[in-house]
Structures are given as structure tokens and as C-alpha cells.
């Protein structure tokens, strides 16, 4: 079986400040991962996938996401906050095999940035 | 790039009405989904098709059944509509890959019912 837990459903920061968004996974199998964004009003838009290549995953508008196996662990960060990066953040998971190509999707955390 | 078109962006429809919500991908992808997004749950799959006239449940199908007779549509169905399907319904697509291709999204479809 394989699940999301996405710690914390509401983070703020300062403009410029870090933004970490922690994202757990659960998976008897290798497991691919994925980051989405979702804007006011839109559909989900994909940030960053991990499919067992390197661990140090760069994705669009600065973010990037580490996998770490021994902490079961794909946290995003970007560096420096933007004001728009104010948006929710979606962690996913699936696998080799995933069952008809099927995503996990944890609940969500909302990102707000101060300016 | 990939284009999922989801036919409305709000809705609003009374109870015990049949409703039906329509979605295009212009990409030949093979797997198409449908969620349901309320706040606090995040994304919850109702149904999803691996081929043209295949279906499997999701984790929530009760109240809903889908239809997908060509490749590149996929519709989702509420037979008699209730107050609690209220929410925003999204539809995506993506290559049948064994889960290493990401699902694309719609813009999503508000339904109110009444």
C-alpha cells in the first residue's frame, strides 16, 4: 500500500525567507515521487518528480526536493520565498507497477508568504 | 504541451438532477482520472480508466459512474445529484508507464448543488 503524509497544512514565511514543505511516504515498492502546485481557481501543475535517477530533484520556479530512503522522506524547499509562490502544495506517491498508473495524494499545505 | 479541458468551470445544479461533467485530453494518453478536491482532504480518486470502455473505482465511487467511449474523453456522471457532491472536480490524464508518468490536470470544475 502506499500513502502521503504532508506535516503541516498551513506554512507562512517572510519574503525571502526558507520555505520547507515536509512530505513522509509510505511504499512496499520502490516508489516514485512527485510535487505538485495549485493556484486559486486551477488544476494541479507539476513542480518536480523523483523517479530513482538522483536523489537532489530541481524542479520549476527554484523549488527542489531531496528523497531520502532511510527517513522515508521528499521534502520541498526553496531557498529565498517569492511572494508568488503563494499557493497549496500537493505531495504524491506511486511505483513501479503502480496499480494502472494511479498517484497517492496527501492533503495539502497551503503556502503564505508575508511580504 | 498537454492540454486537459475540463467543459465547465462552475456549476450549479439542484438536487436530484443528473449531472454530467466532461473532460478532453489532446495527448493520446491512455490513463485518465477523475478526483474530487475538498478542503482539508486534499484529493480523494472517484474513477479512473486505463482504455477506451475500461473503468476501475477509486476510493470514493459511491454517487458517481463514469463513461469513456473514446480514447480522448472521459465523463464523469452523478446519477441523482446531492448536496454533499458539492466540491471541485478535477480531471487528469497521463501515459500508462506503470506510474512513473506524472498525471496532468484540468483547470477543474466548482459544482454547487442546491
Known amino acids: 500500500a502506499q500513502s502521503v503524509t504532508q506535516l503541516g497544512s498551513h506554512v507562512s514565511v517572510s519574503e525571502g525567507a526558507l520555505v520547507l514543505l515536509r512530505c513522509n511516504y509510505s511504499s512496499s515498492v520502490p516508489p516514485y515521487l512527485f510535487w505538485y502546485v495549485q493556484y486559486p481557481n486551477q488544476g ?3 513542480l518536480l518528480k523523483y523517479t530513482s535517477a538522483a536523489t537532489l530533484v530541481k524542479g520549476i520556479n527554484g523549488f527542489e526536493a531531496e528523497f ?3 527517513e522515508t522522506s521528499f521534502h520541498l524547499t526553496k531557498p529565498s520565498a517569492h511572494m508568488s509562490d503563494a ?3 500537493f505531495c504524491a506517491v506511486s511505483g513501479p507497477g503502480s496499480t494502472l ?3 497517492y495524494f496527501g492533503r495539502g499545505t497551503q503556502l503564505t508568504v508575508w511580504p | 504541451d498537454v492540454k486537459v479541458t475540463q467543459s465547465s468551470r462552475y456549476l450549479v445544479k439542484r438536487t436530484g438532477e443528473k ?5 478532453v485530453q489532446d495527448m493520446d494518453h491512455e490513463n485518465m482520472f477523475w478526483y474530487r478536491q475538498d478542503p482539508g482532504l486534499g484529493l480523494r480518486l472517484i474513477y479512473f480508466s486505463y482504455d477506451v470502455k475500461m473503468k476501475e473505482k477509486g476510493d470514493i465511487p459511491e454517487g ?3 463513461s469513456r467511449e473514446k480514447k480522448e474523453r472521459f465523463s464523469l456522471i452523478l446519477e441523482s445529484a446531492s448536496t454533499n457532491q458539492t466540491s471541485m472536480y478535477l480531471c487528469a490524464s497521463s501515459l500508462r508507464t506503470g506510474g512513473i508518468s506524472p498525471l496532468h490536470f484540468g483547470n477543474g470544475t466548482r459544482l ?3
Open chain 1, 44 to 46: 494541479l501543475q507539476l
Open chain 1, 68 to 70: 531520502k530512503k532511510s
Open chain 1, 87 to 89: 499557493a497549496e502544495y
Open chain 1, 101 to 103: 498508473g494511479r498517484l
Open chain 2, 19 to 23: 449531472v454530467f461533467l466532461e473532460c
Open chain 2, 64 to 66: 458517481y459512474s463514469v
Open chain 2, 112 to 114: 454547487t448543488v442546491t
